[in-house]
């Protein structure tokens, strides 16, 4: 099983990214999916997850209308559209398939600086 996450990096504050997390060795169309976030000393949060046909979302008060998650099952790959980010959304993103005790990524880091 591997979830590996990609589109980190450095951005200005009002910038955009979209991270991806490409999966392989489990039936990903079988599993919900989130993206967590863990900015330094602090707990691992969640911020998004989607059902595992793609019709459902829910998101963290924090970045609803800014984020938005969404999977196509074709490509084994759950996405997050970040947009209007700002300083406090600097953390390291991580993936998780959501069934039993689930699988985690290795996460990427997100900082948004000027």
């Known amino acids: 099983v591997q979830l590996v996450e990609s589109g980190g990096g450095l951005v200005q504050p009002g910038g955009s990214l979209r991270l991806s997390c490409a999966a392989s060795?489990?039936?990903?169309?079988?599993?919900?999916m989130s993206w967590y976030r863990q900015a330094p000393g602090k707990e691992r949060d969640r911020v998004a997850s989607?059902?595992?046909?793609?019709?459902?979302?829910n998101y963290a008060d924090s970045v609803k209308g800014r984020f938005t998650i969404s999977r196509d099952n074709a490509k084994n790959t759950v996405y997050l559209q970040m947009n209007s980010l700002k300083p406090e959304d600097t953390a390291v993103y991580y993936c998780?398939?959501?069934?039993?005790?689930?699988?985690w990524g290795r996460g990427t880091q997100v900082t948004v600086s000027s």
């Open positions: 989607i059902n595992s046909a793609g019709g459902s979302t």
């Open positions: 998780k398939a959501v069934r039993g005790n689930g699988y």
């Open positions: 060795g489990f039936t990903f169309s079988n599993y919900a």
